[in-house]
């Protein structure tokens, strides 16, 4: 009898669930390992080679990454993205947040204007950069056009290497910041609604309510979006590929318009995936930040 | 004196200054988000000297259709559509499939590895595509699929947009109830069966939330495009509608009609169906 216990243990069933189970995710296995895995460890060796596009490679030890050091527009193009994430995130979130919690009143209309402040979410970035490139249009845009209005000569915005960069930060708030709101009603539907109730007994105003109820209870859905936010600008391509082209003299020229270019376009692919390395490093980096938090905040709540 | 118009039942909303200030705001910000679509819809179809013209034309007179065939002559805009709409067909339909066929096993059955293939599996989702596309080219030009759709529809399937439907589906298929299977397993129904007859219908709503995601991420992908496809006829919108911007320059208007077409249709079935689309995109909340 205990012999056959024995063997039990190792059921057909269980073996069965191993087969299967393996059977199932197979393609994916496969797949990821193929497009994700193995391209991923091949731009980290890549890195060290010096490899044209055409012709052979060679191993170039530290070489790329000792150039990239002394390389100026590397530099400006990493200040950049900082710069742009740096105006990004803080305007994208105070105003989603902001916005939030003007929806989440009980008002008429607020649907209305929840799909008006979402709808750029769902529309191309490509479009939308276009449709701003020519909003911002030294002489036909809507913008100078507006400002004339006024009696004011407006600037040459994308052709402007100060104002390039903001331009190209706000269009990028407007066109996301539907995203970020959503997530953040979401959030404060989700607060009780007995604590808001405990705090009106006790006498709290709004702002009071606001800072000793709401935000708090809102603080991880904040810092987790802040995050995801800061990722998904560390990334920032296209607009920047429609509206100024890493331009005027360099001003608007992010990391990875950089690779792309270094990549594509001088088809120096060893020193491109160094470049590559170093942003997958940065973004690594702040992925590692928000698993912390996110694992702080799940054993926070259970 | 049948009906009062001027005293309504119960008026909820009376206008204070807070209230008033409140839906100042949201209106302020609402136009600023609706207006470049406006604009854009107006400039379609303005007459090219009527662009410059001071104070800013908001109803376009005399109105003229004819940017819109001129657009057409110019680029195959037909042509962008069909490939954008069967490549994002073909790489939302995988991911449902493939996804949901591993997040099922990941939820539902005990096998050996499971916990460790899945950490894998999500960490992997943080890697930048943008790092992997410099090997993936030259891998994809020693295949010969370079300037084909191959690469625009078997990589997101198998990178971070699949790994996160795996995800997506693998906590969906958490929730349902054991019994379900149990009862099936005792019918004889084999794993491959209760997954393809019982399961995926059940995770319907888990599907359309996915689908919608990933549906939109690939409609408005526009850097694998761009590196992977470069004749005219395989473009997508995105792509299609940036080279166009290097040709036009500064014809606003034909810039525009081109851009109200590449957008309205989407457009439109936002409209009607919000709520799925914002919990859709919401999704991408769970990423990274």
């Given at each position: 009898m205990s012999v056959k216990r024995r063997g039990g243990s190792r059921n057909p069933l269980a073996r069965d669930a191993n087969l299967t189970g393996w059977l199932f995710i197979s393609p994916m296995v496969l797949g990821f390992t193929c497009f994700l895995l193995l391209p991923m460890g091949m731009a980290f060796y890549m890195g060290f080679t010096d490899w044209p596009l055409l012709g052979d490679s060679s191993f170039a030890g530290f070489d790329n990454y000792k150039n990239l050091m002394d390389d100026d527009i590397f530099w400006k193009a990493l200040g950049n993205t900082v710069y742009f994430s740096a105006g990004l995130v803080p305007l994208n979130i105070a105003l989603a947040l902001m916005l939030a919690l003007l929806l989440?009143?009980?008002?008429?209309f607020m649907g209305l204007f929840r799909t008006a402040i979402f709808t750029p979410v769902i529309t191309s970035l490509i479009v939308w950069s276009i449709v701003w490139k020519y909003m911002l249009a030294t002489d036909s845009g809507f913008i100078n056009q507006i400002l004339q209005m006024f009696g004011i000569q407006g600037p040459t915005w994308l052709y402007n290497p100060d104002l390039a960069m903001p331009a190209v930060i706000v269009t990028s708030v407007l066109k996301n910041v539907g995203l970020n709101m959503v997530l953040f009603i979401a959030a404060l539907q989700q607060v009780p609604a007995h604590l808001y109730e405990a705090a009106k007994l006790d006498g709290a105003g709004r702002t009071r309510t606001f800072f000793q109820v709401t935000l708090p209870m809102i603080t991880p859905t904040v810092f987790l979006t802040v995050i995801m936010t800061v990722i998904g600008s560390l990334k920032v391509f296209g607009q920047i590929y429609v509206m100024t082209q890493g331009g005027p003299s360099n001003s608007t020229k992010v990391l990875v318009y950089y690779i792309w270019e270094t990549a594509f376009k001088l088809f120096d692919l060893g020193y491109a995936s160094a470049a590559a390395t170093i942003l997958f490093c940065i973004i690594l980096a702040f992925t590692l930040i928000q698993w912390q938090l996110r694992k702080r905040w799940v054993f926070h709540e259970s | 004196m049948k009906a009062e118009p001027m005293i309504k039942p119960a008026p909820r909303v009376r206008l204070r200054p807070g209230v008033l200030l409140h839906y100042l705001i949201l209106t302020l910000i609402s136009v600023i988000m609706i207006l470049p679509f406006v604009w854009m819809l107006s400039t379609s179809l303005k007459e090219p000297s009527d662009i410059f013209v001071f104070p800013p034309q908001w109803i376009p007179s005399p109105i003229r259709w004819e940017n819109y065939s001129e657009v057409l002559q110019a680029i195959p805009f037909g042509r962008f559509y069909f490939n954008s709409v069967y490549i994002a067909a073909l790489v939302t339909i995988g991911t449902v499939l493939f996804a949901s066929l591993s997040g099922y096993a990941f939820g539902r059955i005990p096998f050996v590895g499971r916990n460790l293939v899945f950490l894998i599996l999500l960490s992997t989702m943080?890697?930048?595509h943008e790092a992997t596309s410099i090997p993936m080219f030259l891998f994809m030009r020693d295949l010969g699929f370079i300037n084909t759709h191959f690469p625009l529809i078997v990589v997101p399937i198998f990178g971070a947009g699949g790994v996160f439907g795996v995800f997506v589906m693998r906590q969906f298929f958490l929730t349902l109830p054991k019994e379900l299977e149990e009862a099936a397993m005792i019918d004889g129904c084999s794993r491959f069966g209760i997954y393809w007859r019982i399961m995926l219908p059940l995770a319907g709503p888990a599907i359309s939330t996915l689908t919608i995601f990933t549906f939109l991420t690939c409609w408005n992908e526009f850097y694998d495009p761009l590196i992977f496809v470069n004749s005219r006829e395989l473009m997508t919108i995105p792509l299609g509608l940036s080279l166009f911007t290097d040709e036009a320059g500064t014809s606003w208007h034909l810039l525009m009609s081109a851009s109200v077409m590449a957008t309205l249709p989407l457009l439109i079935i936002f409209f009607f169906a919000q709520k799925q689309f914002m919990e859709g995109v919401a999704m991408t909340g769970l990423k990274d």
């Amino acid at each position: 009898m205990s012999v056959k216990r024995r063997g039990g243990s190792r059921n057909p069933l269980a073996r069965d669930a191993n087969l299967t189970g393996w059977l199932f995710i197979s393609p994916m296995v496969l797949g990821f390992t193929c497009f994700l895995l193995l391209p991923m460890g091949m731009a980290f060796y890549m890195g060290f080679t010096d490899w044209p596009l055409l012709g052979d490679s060679s191993f170039a030890g530290f070489d790329n990454y000792k150039n990239l050091m002394d390389d100026d527009i590397f530099w400006k193009a990493l200040g950049n993205t900082v710069y742009f994430s740096a105006g990004l995130v803080p305007l994208n979130i105070a105003l989603a947040l902001m916005l939030a919690l003007l929806l989440t009143r009980s008002l008429p209309f607020m649907g209305l204007f929840r799909t008006a402040i979402f709808t750029p979410v769902i529309t191309s970035l490509i479009v939308w950069s276009i449709v701003w490139k020519y909003m911002l249009a030294t002489d036909s845009g809507f913008i100078n056009q507006i400002l004339q209005m006024f009696g004011i000569q407006g600037p040459t915005w994308l052709y402007n290497p100060d104002l390039a960069m903001p331009a190209v930060i706000v269009t990028s708030v407007l066109k996301n910041v539907g995203l970020n709101m959503v997530l953040f009603i979401a959030a404060l539907q989700q607060v009780p609604a007995h604590l808001y109730e405990a705090a009106k007994l006790d006498g709290a105003g709004r702002t009071r309510t606001f800072f000793q109820v709401t935000l708090p209870m809102i603080t991880p859905t904040v810092f987790l979006t802040v995050i995801m936010t800061v990722i998904g600008s560390l990334k920032v391509f296209g607009q920047i590929y429609v509206m100024t082209q890493g331009g005027p003299s360099n001003s608007t020229k992010v990391l990875v318009y950089y690779i792309w270019e270094t990549a594509f376009k001088l088809f120096d692919l060893g020193y491109a995936s160094a470049a590559a390395t170093i942003l997958f490093c940065i973004i690594l980096a702040f992925t590692l930040i928000q698993w912390q938090l996110r694992k702080r905040w799940v054993f926070h709540e259970s | 004196m049948k009906a009062e118009p001027m005293i309504k039942p119960a008026p909820r909303v009376r206008l204070r200054p807070g209230v008033l200030l409140h839906y100042l705001i949201l209106t302020l910000i609402s136009v600023i988000m609706i207006l470049p679509f406006v604009w854009m819809l107006s400039t379609s179809l303005k007459e090219p000297s009527d662009i410059f013209v001071f104070p800013p034309q908001w109803i376009p007179s005399p109105i003229r259709w004819e940017n819109y065939s001129e657009v057409l002559q110019a680029i195959p805009f037909g042509r962008f559509y069909f490939n954008s709409v069967y490549i994002a067909a073909l790489v939302t339909i995988g991911t449902v499939l493939f996804a949901s066929l591993s997040g099922y096993a990941f939820g539902r059955i005990p096998f050996v590895g499971r916990n460790l293939v899945f950490l894998i599996l999500l960490s992997t989702m943080m890697i930048p595509h943008e790092a992997t596309s410099i090997p993936m080219f030259l891998f994809m030009r020693d295949l010969g699929f370079i300037n084909t759709h191959f690469p625009l529809i078997v990589v997101p399937i198998f990178g971070a947009g699949g790994v996160f439907g795996v995800f997506v589906m693998r906590q969906f298929f958490l929730t349902l109830p054991k019994e379900l299977e149990e009862a099936a397993m005792i019918d004889g129904c084999s794993r491959f069966g209760i997954y393809w007859r019982i399961m995926l219908p059940l995770a319907g709503p888990a599907i359309s939330t996915l689908t919608i995601f990933t549906f939109l991420t690939c409609w408005n992908e526009f850097y694998d495009p761009l590196i992977f496809v470069n004749s005219r006829e395989l473009m997508t919108i995105p792509l299609g509608l940036s080279l166009f911007t290097d040709e036009a320059g500064t014809s606003w208007h034909l810039l525009m009609s081109a851009s109200v077409m590449a957008t309205l249709p989407l457009l439109i079935i936002f409209f009607f169906a919000q709520k799925q689309f914002m919990e859709g995109v919401a999704m991408t909340g769970l990423k990274d």
